[in-house]
Structures are given as structure tokens and as C-alpha cells.
């Protein structure tokens, strides 16, 4: 998949440095470390500074994650993040990513994010910021 044809599937992109350390004894990236990397595509939209959509006494929490492995990925390298908004509920969020290196997709995933209330620990109902701000990273 072409650089332009993954930009106009996922409206936010992340990049992120393979590591030494991210490397197993097959000598490819470690199969927890798309798991980090997923991370590194979601938290510039959850977390922005410029965009803030959490709530005081919020948080974002992972309810469900799906990843299905590609290819491999290899170090020395650098990894994309592509992330895009799927569904939106009245107080999750459902995802969907992409891991890439040198234009090849490594690893396909889904993920529910919920916000919870932090004194109560339950999930509390979306904002109608936050709602707005994921409705333009929606497919």
C-alpha cells in the first residue's frame, strides 16, 4: 500500500522508533511491542494538548483490543501509526489502526476505548467535544 493511499484511510498518523530492545530472538520486533506502538497512535488523539477532550475526574481505558499480525516488523526502522475513528457510542470509542514500516501493513487493529469516571470507576457518557473532535477522525 502506497504512502498516499494509507494517508487517506487513517486521518491521524504517529511515528515511532524501533528500538534495539524491541527485538526478540527471531531477531524481529517483539510481538508486545505492537501493542506500544498502538499506544503511540492513540494517545495524540485522546491526550492532545492543543485539542483537550477529557473531562476533569476522566479517563480513557482500553475495554477491548485486536490485533492481527501482518508481517514482521525489524529494527534498525521506524514504525506508522495510522488511526482512525470507527464508531462512536455514547461512551466508548471504537478504533481503528494500522501498523506500518517502509509502507508495508505489519499489524491490523481494533480497539475500545471507554471513558470512566475516576471517582466512580463506571463508564461515564462522552462529551459533546469529544464526540465533535472523534467524528473528524471518523472513516
Known amino acids: 500500500m502506497s504512502e498516499t493511499e ?45 485539542r483537550p477532550i477529557l473531562e476533569p475526574g476522566t479517563a480513557f481505558v482500553i475495554a477491548r483490543l485486536e490485533l492481527d499480525f501482518k508481517s514482521e516488523l525489524n529494527w534498525p526502522g521506524e514504525a506508522k501509526v495510522g488511526t482512525r ?21 505489519a499489524a ?10 475516576e471517582t466512580t470507576r463506571r463508564s461515564r457518557p462522552l462529551s459533546e467535544a469529544a464526540i465533535a473532535r472523534f467524528k473528524e477522525l471518523s472513516s
Open 6 to 50: 494509507q494517508e487517506t484511510l487513517y486521518p491521524s498518523w504517529a511515528r515511532d522508533t524501533i528500538r534495539y530492545c524491541d527485538t526478540d530472538r527471531q531477531g524481529h520486533v517483539n510481538n508486545a511491542v505492537f501493542v506500544t506502538l498502538l499506544e503511540t497512535g492513540r494517545v495524540p488523539i485522546l491526550y492532545s494538548r492543543e
Open 85 to 105: 475513528v470507527q464508531s462512536i457510542g455514547r461512551s466508548s470509542i471504537r478504533l481503528q489502526q494500522a501498523i506500518f514500516q517502509n509502507d508495508v501493513c
Open 108 to 117: 491490523n487493529a481494533e480497539t475500545v476505548i471507554v471513558l470512566m469516571d
